[in-house]
């Protein structure tokens, strides 16, 4: 299983855009980046996933380099609703029809946003 | 979007009681659906795997004896926490993944129960 590293904490303010880069040296051919969400005493939920170089969707946008050892979650324009804990998953798994991922989880990053 | 529905929200029962978690999945066929526990100020930890009519695969040192897991149906599954006691209590998550053509989809978690044992 590919290891995630994160930076534990990061700060910022209202209306700011915020970017957390997420580490994984080990991640292999078939892995997935996904990124999840999760607000206290709530299950996460799903941000967004990519395989390489750019996807976009309505609330984030990930960066993922060529040799794929990190990605780079994108918040624009962060609001004080958007301080939680972030969570970089790399999927185990070849993909396909029959297959599922174990995933697991690594630290996070606790992010808090200021007025 | 996926929808998983996890029941009860929480849980408050005396040492030696047997809890029962349900995890749905609402809108989809979920092939596969994981179990986590979470301590505060921690992340989650995979307790265990289980497939649609086969038997779930547990994590090391999870008991699978204490945790029994049932996934009777493409869309629920189930895990009962016997005869428990207060190092038993945590918030428990479920998650359920269907099954894309070409791709793992991605897991769609529930919202938790928070299970306190006194």
């Known amino acids: 299983l590919a290891k995630t590293t994160q930076p534990i904490s990061m700060d910022s303010y209202e209306g700011q855009e915020v970017n957390i880069t997420c580490s994984h040296n080990n991640i292999a051919t078939n892995d997935y980046i996904t990124w999840y969400q999760q607000f206290p005493s709530q299950g996460p939920r799903f941000i967004i996933q990519g395989y390489k170089t750019k996807v976009t969707n309505e609330v984030a946008s990930l960066f993922i380099p060529a040799d794929r050892k990190s990605s780079t979650l994108s918040l624009p324009r962060v609001s004080l609703s958007d301080t939680a804990v972030y969570y970089c998953?790399?999927?185990?798994?070849?993909?396909?029809?029959?297959?599922?991922?174990?995933?697991?989880f690594g630290s996070g990053t606790r992010l808090s946003i200021r007025p | 979007g996926a929808v998983v529905s996890q029941h009860p929200s929480r849980v408050i029962c005396k040492s030696g009681t047997s809890v029962k978690i349900e995890c749905r999945s609402l809108d989809f066929q979920a092939t596969t659906m994981f179990w986590y526990r979470q301590f505060p100020k921690q992340s989650l930890m995979l307790m265990a795997t289980s497939n649609e009519g086969s038997k779930a695969t547990y994590e090391q040192g999870v008991e699978k004896d204490k945790f029994l897991i049932n996934h009777a149906s493409l869309t629920l599954s189930t895990l009962t926490v016997t005869s428990a006691h207060p190092e038993d209590s945590s918030f428990y998550i479920c998650?359920?993944?269907?099954?894309?053509?070409?791709?793992?989809?991605?897991?769609?978690f529930g919202d938790g129960t928070r299970l306190s044992i006194l």
């Open positions: 998953l790399v999927g185990e798994g070849p993909g396909g029809y029959s297959s599922a991922s174990k995933i697991i």
């Open positions: 998650s359920a993944q269907g099954r894309g053509l070409y791709s793992n989809q991605p897991q769609h």
